[in-house]
């Protein structure tokens, strides 16, 4: 998937992250600041990446500030920010575009 | 096979931000019978795709321990249903609750869309469940035909906010603009063979108005009442205890009618009194309450 | 070396310091030491006046010079006026290499960060420290060791001499000028001077400052005239709304509740649980709402408490006015209920430090403990409990009386919710041990209750209240089953800090954080 355009998705409480993603230069640049980095950071670092990877995405920045959510919150505000920047707004899925449920969203 | 879920306890129905990653983590400490993932009223407008991918994640990931996982989608009205649809298939939650329900017509619509979705999703048809809100007067009128609408559906509940403003009244706290629907529901729901859920109960402050009318709603044979808070389960459950008294007559009707019915006999007797079948459903209820509630030592 | 609870303490350390690593919670028992003195000016002409007009000037009389040792008690909480005061005015006068012997610092004493940062303040002892200047410690900005004690730990390390307090400052909230303090009747009231009774008796000179001087004499007094050298008032010792809270609302969070009521299950269950109990328990939601449900308990079965000790609320108090409590014997106020009955009700009883705690003088009240309720940020399969350092490796709480009454109870029951965030409170090993395992019973989470395997007793009674009982290792699996299995810190090389135990020994060492590295 193309990152078109900025987006975000997510928030500052506890246990959630909030991940905003623009357009990339030409390769996946990660940001991450997170509040239990000590423990969690490398965890943190793969899930973004790997999800990234699921929904095809190489070309985007990627910022991540994170308030200790889970493995299953991260995954979900990637995709929410990236599927928003990227032709997927809820106006468009309830124009008919369909969700990869299961297949790019794992 | 017929799908289990259909007849499980459903005392406490806990309603939850399906967006809100410190709600969904872990509500199974509380121990509620079923919680009901939302899509709809508590998901702010702009936020609909993000609770999904939140909802898809939760589902597949989050281990409930065994507690019901209802998703409540959008109103039918909108444009969002068809993809909430498509992500609690895909997702594979246990139950789907249809917003604003008010005739057999919307139940059938919902169905079909989850039948394109399970053929999508390779899901088995009939593993996932369906339940029907009320939020108005038609709905509440066609209760009947909504309960006989799918083998699916396995229950309705009354949604109160809604009706009350198309009534033309509002929420009073003495249950009389409800009288007529929780009657009506109910009554329905039985006829049916299905199960009946009460409304919420907003002021948390107030556990005992809480408790009165959890008490009456018992009291008139509904099955379980929708819950906004976790401080609203233990009561919830305590006034869905039965009696010692209760779980003791209940045990032996069900021990008689199972014994007899073994041996060919269909004349039921209990401390030397003839009872009749029809107690029978009402006797394995109590005991799966009694059990429920941690109370039941017996062996059935 | 490798100390009891297998924490490895570098020899550089144990020589630094002149300390020996933690043998055992019971390993000096029996020991016998000669008590250190302080030198004592005496004040025998009765026209000598005590009275001195500021605090620059109080320094000056006290001869304050580099290398002093200043002491401070906490009685007024994140309400303390009396620390930024005092080392504003050694800031001033450019003296250097101060160590600060405080009963606990606060959030409310960031201000004396940057003195730490200049040389000013170059050591500290304390219970703990919150806020900045425990991030100042974990980063490396102070000189030397930071040496957190326990409330009963920090007394013994006075009177036997390890540390000498050269000039003590005491917030009083009443004085009158010829210093006998109280705690009450003042415009800052704390209800008692406990943990700065033993500085009065050991420092060299004892300065008194309050901001209500009242007449002679101010008695009875939690410190005596006998001690005090010097009496300054200023306008203001402390914010009262940060000293004593109003009364806290009973907690409505489910979570907490539920453990509260695994807690009072517990504790009725246990053959402790009889006529003339004794009980401390903390100001947590699920530590305040146990009791709470507790005293209904013991009005039903016509059960008292002989006993109430430590750090007092409320609600305590109000187990004492129902008369289901005989003595509630106090060390510290945390709102104004626990104030107002220490002042009015004849069997709310101040006691000092050393008799709470102190486990090397002649029996403290802790070792009469039946139960104490205890919360702590991480417990590990060892039952070791950390109340210090958080799971990211920075300073920011406090031992307070936690190995102590651990030590001292019966039964030490620690109630902690299974997650903190993504962070699992139930680990392997505790970042830092602050609180050995050997001394604590039973761990309450809101996923189970898991009892210390070195207690098949009290495994008993937890089963028999029917209670969620899961080994503390199944509690660790199922945080991490949730969470991910956490990475181990990466701490730098440098020790930044020693965790002490109790009776003087190194528990744990605490090292200074370092930024993360991803590879």
């Known amino acids: 998937m193309e990152v078109l355009r900025t987006a975000m998705a997510g928030t500052l ?94 | ?117 399970e053929e999508e999703f390779g899901v088995e048809h009939g593993s996932i469940l369906i339940m029907a809100a009320l939020e108005s007067t038609k709905g509440v009128l066609n209760a009947l035909e909504i309960c006989e609408a799918s083998p699916l559906l396995f229950g309705i509940a009354l949604s109160g906010g809604d009706y009350t403003k198309d009534l033309q009244t509002v929420i009073s706290g003495t249950g009389v603009e409800f009288a007529w629907a929780r009657g009506q529901m109910i009554n329905a729901a039985r006829c049916a063979g299905k199960q009946c859920f009460d409304t919420v109960f907003t002021n948390l402050d107030d556990m005992e108005g809480f408790r009165r009318e959890t008490e009456m709603i018992k009291a008139m044979g509904f099955d379980g ?43 039921f007797t209990v401390d030397g009194k003839m009872i009749d079948i029809a107690f029978y459903p009402g006797a394995k209820r109590t005991i799966e309450l009694a059990k429920a509630a941690g109370v039941y030592e017996g062996d059935l | 070396m490798i100390n009891a609870v297998g924490r490895d303490i570098p020899e550089k350390v144990l020589k630094d310091l002149n300390m020996k690593p933690f043998a055992g919670t019971y390993a000096r028992n029996g020991e016998e030491y000669k008590k250190a ?17 500021s605090i620059h000037d109080v320094l000056v009389k006290c001869g304050l010079r580099d290398g002093m040792t200043l002491s401070f008690h906490h009685h007024f ?68 060791y930071a040496i957190m004690r326990s409330h009963g730990g920090r007394v013994r390390a006075i009177e036997s001499g390890d540390v000498h307090i050269d000039i003590a400052f005491i917030g009083a909230p009443t004085a009158d000028e010829y210093g006998n303090l109280r705690a009450v009747g003042g415009k800052s009231d704390c209800g008692v001077l406990s943990y700065a009774y033993v500085d009065a008796q050991y420092a060299d000179k004892v300065v008194a400052i309050t901001d209500t001087l009242v007449p002679y004499p101010n008695i009875p007094a939690s410190i005596s005239q006998v001690n005090v050298d010097y009496v300054i008032v200023v306008d203001e010792i402390g914010n009262p709304a940060k000293i004593a809270t109003g009364a806290a609302k009973p907690t409505t969070d489910v979570r907490k509740l539920m453990m509260a009521e695994y807690c009072t299950k517990f504790v009725i269950n246990t053959p402790y649980f009889k006529d003339g109990f004794s009980y401390q328990t903390g100001v947590g939601g699920a530590s305040i709402a146990s009791t709470i449900s507790l005293g209904k308990i013991m009005k039903e079965r016509g059960i008292k408490m002989g006993l109430g000790l430590g750090g007092i609320a409320g609600p305590m108090c109000e187990l004492l006015e129902q008369g289901l409590i005989e003595k509630l014997v106090d060390t510290q106020d945390f ?185």
């Open chain 3, 335 to 519: 709102d104004l209920k626990a104030i107002q009955s220490i002042t009015n009700n004849p069997n709310h009883i101040e006691i000092t430090g050393s008799e709470y705690a102190n486990p090397m003088n002649k029996g403290a009240y802790v070792n009469k403990l039946d139960f104490v309720i205890l919360a702590s940020l991480e417990v590990d399969t060892h039952f070791n409990c950390n109340v210090v350092v958080d799971s990211n490796g920075m300073v920011t709480g406090a031992q307070g009386g936690h190995p102590d009454t651990a030590a001292g109870a019966k039964c030490t029951i620690v109630i902690a919710p299974l997650l903190q965030g993504r962070t699992p409170a139930i680990c392997t090993d505790v970042t830092t041990v602050t609180t050995p395992g050997e001394t604590v019973d039973v761990v309450i989470t809101d996923y189970g209750v898991a009892v210390n395997p070195a207690r098949p007793d009290l495994l008993e009674c937890a089963k028999a209240a029917k209670l969620p009982v899961k080994t503390i290792e199944e509690l660790r699996d199922m945080a991490y089953a949730i969470t991910g299995e956490p990475e181990p810190i990466k701490f730098g090389d440098r020790v930044v800090g020693v965790i002490e135990a109790r009776d003087g020994t190194i528990i744990d060492v605490v090292r200074q954080i370092k930024d993360y590295e991803w590879d």
């Open chain 2, 225 to 267: 009442k929708s819950i906004v808070n976790p401080r609203q389960i233990s009561v919830c459950h305590e006034v869905f205890t039965p009696t010692e008294k209760q779980i003791i007559q209940a045990e032996k009707i069900v021990k008689e009618v199972d014994e007899k019915k073994a041996q060919g006999i269909g004349v």
């Open chain 1, 13 to 106: 409480e506890s246990s959630d992250a909030q991940v905003t993603v623009e357009p990339g230069e030409g390769k996946v640049e990660l940001d991450i600041e997170s509040s239990v980095i000590n423990q969690f950071g490398r965890k943190i670092k793969a899930t973004v990446e790997e999800t990234l990877e699921r929904l095809g995405v190489d070309n985007v920045k990627v910022k991540v500030v994170d308030k200790g959510a889970l493995d299953c919150t991260l995954k979900a505000r990637v995709e929410g920010a990236v599927f928003r920047a990227s032709g997927y707004s809820e106006d468009e899925i309830c124009e008919g575009k369909k969700l990869p449920w299961g297949g790019a969203i794992r």
């Open chain 3, 77 to 144: 909480r994140e309400g303390d006026y009396i620390v930024n005061m005092v080392m504003e005015e050694v800031h001033k006068m450019g003296v250097k290499d101060i160590t600060i012997c405080a009963s606990s610092l606060g959030k409310a004493h960031d201000p004396i960060v940057p003195m730490i940062e200049d040389g000013t303040i170059t050591n500290i002892q304390s219970s703990g420290v919150r806020g900045k200047i425990g991030e100042a410690i974990s980063t490396g900005k102070l000189k030397g």
């Open chain 3, 37 to 53: 003195a302080p030198t004592v000016r005496c004040w025998m002409d009765p026209k000598e006046s005590k009275m001195v007009d």
């Open chain 2, 1 to 117: 096979m017929t799908n289990p879920n259909l007849t499980r306890l459903r005392r406490s129905m806990m309603f939850l931000n399906a967006q809100k990653p410190g709600l969904i983590k872990d509500p199974y400490i509380y121990k509620p019978d079923s919680i009901m993932l939302d899509l709809e009223d508590a998901v702010a407008e702009n936020q609909k795709d993000a609770a999904r991918y939140s909802l898809y994640h939760a589902l597949k990931e989050i281990d409930y321990r065994g507690v019901e996982r209802v998703v409540r989608i959008n109103g039918l009205e909108t444009a969002h249903w068809k993809e909430d649809v498509r992500v609690c298939v895909a997702g594979r939650c246990d139950s789907i609750r249809i917003s604003k329900c008010e005739s057999a017509k919307d139940v059938h619509v919902v169905e079909e869309e989850m039948r394109k979705a």
